[in-house]
């Protein structure tokens, strides 16, 4: 599913409701339940949301913390408490399926901006939820990357997870079987990805503007 | 003459073996507007921070305005070149959004009537009226890349340099900020806008340079002077 | 030479115990001289330690003379009328403090040697709990970042035009306390969205944790270890006889 929205609406917002971030760690009231797979978000502890949701911020440079890329990326199967072995799996597995194996060794720290953001999506792909929330990944990505992405959710979504991603780019957007707009906190509307985009009356050409 | 020249420009982070750039050839025009695309980790970025002074080359030289590049300091560069860099996060220092637009132009010493009208026009150019006394870092990430980009166009520059400035974007800002950037340009300011946008740079662009693996991959070429009508 | 991280931290706090013990100009300028030999040892030009040590060199001559001035005692070598501003004894003090901070802080560049995962990991095989392991080391990751941090806001203000070395002193202290807080805040801010993404990447879901890889004390470092620590504590034990 992709959530839209003009810039400002509360996508972001709502991700944060949606991982727990709201409820634990930012200010803020936080009205009504939000329930994530029949558990009350509210219920659990932030790390034990973890089990349930991962997300992968806006801000590449505040969620990369480890000296090297493999560290980056083993960072949360260690915390889930896997054996070694399996930890290197993982980390192999999810560096191949990124196509940045190369990056190893390198400080997160130091990458290009786009790069961050795909080891940013690998140290999260690494947790291995059911639910994954991306925050506009996609927008910094060249068209490589981007197809890449698209073609690792498409695979996780063969798998049975359940991808929430806020975009902008609409374009970006057409691997999504739901479509949920949003305009000033409030949601504007949800349905399936197709029906929405036929309706351009609706998009209006504020959200679909065509470069023609 | 070519406002930003630069010969034979190659970099490679100090301790770290890995060149990033390999002897860049590169003249750009005043009132150009040029597209840097390529893939991540090709060097875009490492490229436009040579050009405003902020990484040193390792080798090769670069002018800006006729004159070495290193002769100028960072506030001369500043005044001629606006950048924009690609994290809003790293370029928002003051305490409140006005502030933030308003900053250049009252160390450079304008009259704050002046510089509240340019806050004013900016402030609702960019649609952040309403955030006027915000913390600048409170903002979603598309607001603060409007900020950013509000904050260095208030300074009127030369020439800008804008890295990534879609991401965080809608269309209907993008196509805002495009309208915007278009009058300037026409107005006889050029810029480099480093994207992946290619909506946007195919809109925008009138010259492509493509850069892999820190060289120059293909270049469509200087437009030649005559071509602005206004 | 390879040696675990622990080894090397075994001898950074030996180095540094050692230098805050001794109270005498000769003493410190051994183990100092020690400090350097070992850094040598792992690969540092003198010139890169000369470079580190530079930031500190104001504040070890502000304390050298503060110590000249204000500790009396021994033969008074120059005065201004009947008040004795250099003693031997105060000059002595100074050389002293001045040793001590040299030590510790090029004792502290062989923490520079290991990457901050090695660091975690030793202490964590040292029995440390990994939330402090990992609180220590993200503090000393922040360092940097907070200083690159500065960098940047200094760059960016020069880049929106400002000649920051030309504008008068009284106004550049004004534009640096406007630009303190939103800075520290902005900074903090970051700090938290940091604890947030560990935790959303299950930080602490458990008790335990595991780890990719294991540091493993070879013969050599025992050795090392040992070595450091019989010496450093008959240095101590003559000491105090």
Known sequence: MVVAGLSGCGKSTLCFCLCGAIRHNRDGVLAGEVLLNGKNVRELRAAGLALEVGMVFQDPDTQLFSPTVEDEIAFAPENLCLPPGRIRERVEHVLDLLGIAALREANPYRLSGGEKHLVALAAVLALDPPVLLLDEVMSSLDSAGRKKVAAVLERLRGAGKTIIAVEHDLEAVDFADRLMVMEKGALLRYGRTETLLADRDFMGEKLWHSWN | ?230 | MKLDPRTKMVMVVCLSGLALLYNTPGQLLLVFAVTVALLMIFHFELSVIGDYLKPFLSLMLFLLVIQCVFSPGGEVLLAAGPVPLITTGGLSMGVCVVLRIMTVAAAAMLFTTFSSRDFILGLVQWKVPYELAFMVSIALRFLPVFRDELSNVVTAVQLRGVELKKVPWREKMALYRRLFFPVVYGTMLKAQQLAVSMEARGFRVYPRRTYLRRLNLLGADIAVMLVCLVSTIMLIALHFT
């Open chain 2, 1 to 230: 003459m070519a406002f930003l020249e630069l010969t034979r420009v190659s970099f490679s982070y100090p301790k770290r073996g890995r060149r990033v750039l390999t002897e860049i050839d590169l003249a750009l025009d005043r009132d150009e507007i040029t597209a840097i695309v390529g893939p991540n980790g090709g060097g875009k970025t490492t490229l436009t921070k040579l050009m405003i002074g902020v990484l040193q080359p390792s080798g090769g030289q670069i002018r800006l305005d006729g004159r070495p590049l290193a002769g100028y300091s960072l506030g001369e560069i500043g005044r001629r070149v606006g950048y924009v860099f690609q994290n809003p996060d790293v370029q928002l220092f003051c305490g409140t959004v006005a502030e933030e637009i308003g900053f250049g132009l009252t160390n450079r010493g304008y009259k704050p009537e002046m510089v509240e009208e340019r806050i004013q026009f900016y402030l609702d150019y960019f649609e952040l009226g309403v955030y006027r006394n915000v913390f600048p870092l409170h903002l979603s990430r598309g607001e603060k890349q409007r900020l950013a980009i509000a904050a260095v166009l208030a300074n009127e520059p030369l020439f800008l340099i804008l890295d990534e400035p879609t991401a965080g974007l809608d269309a209907y800002r993008k196509k805002l900020l495009a309208d915007y950037l278009q009058k300037i340009a026409r107005l006889g300011r050029g810029m480099i806008l480093v994207s992946h946008d290619e909506p946007f740079v195919g809109r925008m662009a009138e010259r492509v340079v493509a850069l892999k693996d820190g060289r120059i991959q293909s270049d469509s070429g200087r437009k030649g002077n005559a071509a602005y009508e206004a």
